[in-house]
């Protein structure tokens, strides 16, 4: 009840930490506990703790399995003593370091009043481990500690360097930043995307080779090439997302399981884009799924995935799926952000009238010349498109085996169509039933007639 909305939230191994909008940071304390026989049991948190005020942002390890994170950084505020002999006192910025399983503060480390930072990311080891610090005015500065030391009581000075994005190109404003272990992404005022890899096989993964990749120099900053403005990414560990102002969502990196939702198994080297979906409200990339919360034209909420589904990462389809399918998950209609980690699946529910996506109509000219036409780029503009993309999964369900495996490709069809939330619905309902009525008929070959 204290909590002036939320606008972020961090799950750790044990807890949740959420940050309301007048930075106030919460501790949910035992949000989840693991039983006897290792399995997840979800209960109401027991008590909640105001881990401290005047919090700008915080973040942790950058991995999804939340068994890394064991400190909580937290850029903060606060009022430092002015002049010996003099009662003023000046606003300066901070991090301070928690640990996760008690909220105990184990270092802080405090910048001059002429420094002023919105935004903190993660990159790196637990023993080199650098501090991205985003400047209001869209400069990075980047410093390193090593998390191993932490917890000894002791002081010594950390040298804030200006990190090489913003030396070697100092016209650009950075306005985010998003990071995994290996790689960091920075979006422009302008929608531009800068890239740095730090390993050669997560290099590879993103770019299908290494011919531009440089050991030596891993800060070298990447520009993506991109057709339009981008508005907000999600990177995982080897793929990434990316939406422009035009609503559409590109992928690129590692497909192995299927992650990048283009409804194959193949690597992509450049941003590709997903047809079928548009306008979502959050994306998220994880170890090798994705996810996606979308809105329906009747304004309900539904959370569409792809990737990996072992470990219930995509509940409701356990096998997984290379094309983004609507989830087994009531979502709240007000949910506004997602993040899941190794073990459980997250929605934060939260409404602020200033930070929806506002999307921008794609020019007509742009719409008619688009490349890969499919069935969710809108019929009326290619309707030859349209019919060559039926003709296409009418090839694959007759490419099936069985008859069961026929009804998993229908299933997944319908959610690549740009159908309304109800007529999904009531397509997965209804091919459903025909399942289950069909569970009498062997596992050999089906036939047309059968």
């Not at 106030?24 to 949000?31: I, S």
């Not at 990159?123 to 980047?142: H, N």
């Not at 090593?146 to 306005?175: G, I, M």
């Not at 319908?414 to 399942?435: I, R, T």
Request: with cysteine; hydrophobic share 35%; proline share 5%.
């Amino acid at each position: 009840l204290l909590a002036h909305g939320n606008r972020r939230f961090l799950p750790t191994k044990d807890h949740v930490f959420i940050l309301d909008y007048v930075g106030t940071l919460f501790f949910l304390k035992n949000a989840l506990v693991s039983s006897t026989l290792g399995q997840i049991q979800w209960k109401r948190a027991c008590r909640y703790v105001v881990l401290c005020r005047g919090a700008k942002d915080f973040a942790s390890d950058p991995r999804c399995d939340t068994v890394y994170r064991k400190y909580l950084y937290v850029l903060a505020t606060r009022e430092q003593p002015g002049v010996v002999g003099t009662t003023s006192s000046r606003a300066c910025d901070c991090v301070e370091v928690y640990l996760q399983s008690s909220g105990q503060r184990v270092f802080k480390m405090t910048f001059h009043h002429s420094m002023s930072f919105k935004q903190i990311v993660l990159v790196g080891q637990e023993t080199q481990r650098a501090l991205l610090l985003l400047t209001e005015e869209g400069k990075i500065y980047s410093l390193v500690v090593n998390e191993t030391q932490l917890d000894q009581p002791r002081s010594y000075t950390v040298q804030l360097a200006l990190r090489k994005v913003s030396r070697c190109l100092p016209h650009l404003r950075v306005t985010c930043m998003a990071s995994n272990q290996s790689s960091t992404l920075y979006i422009t005022d302008q929608g531009g995307v800068y890239f740095e890899v730090h390993t050669p096989g997560v290099y590879r993964d993103l770019f299908g080779t290494l011919q531009a990749f440089d050991p030596l120099d891993q800060q070298m900053p990447l520009a993506l090439s991109l057709p339009a403005k981008i508005l907000f990414c999600a990177l995982g560990y080897n793929h990434l997302g990316l939406v422009d102002e035009f609503g559409r969502i590109f992928m690129q990196g590692n497909n192995r399981y299927g992650q990048l939702g283009t409804g194959d198994k193949m690597d992509r080297g450049e941003p590709t884009q997903v047809h079928y979906l548009q306008c979502p409200i959050a994306l998220w990339c994880g170890l090798n799924h994705s996810l996606v919360l979308s809105q329906g034209s009747d304004f309900s909420k539904e959370l569409l995935g792809c990737g990996c589904g072992a470990g219930g990462r995509l509940p409701g389809w356990p096998k997984g799926s290379a094309s983004f399918v609507k989830l087994h998950v009531k979502v709240p209609l007000c949910a506004c952000s997602l993040c899941s980690t190794r073990e459980c699946l997250y929605m934060l529910s939260s409404h602020d009238i200033e930070h929806y996506p506002a999307y921008r109509d794609l020019p007509a000219s742009r719409v008619v010349g688009s490349p890969e036409p499919s069935l969710g780029t809108g019929g009326s503009q290619d309707p030859w498109g349209a019919a060559r993309a039926c003709e296409e999964y009418l090839s694959q369900i007759h490419s099936c085996p069985t008859l069961q495996d026929r009804m998993e490709k229908m299933k997944e069809i319908v959610g690549w169509m740009p159908l309304m939330a109800a007529q999904k619905d009531f397509f997965w309902e209804a091919l459903d039933m025909l399942q289950r009525a069909a569970g009498g008929v062997g596992p050999g070959p089906s036939t047309p007639e059968s």
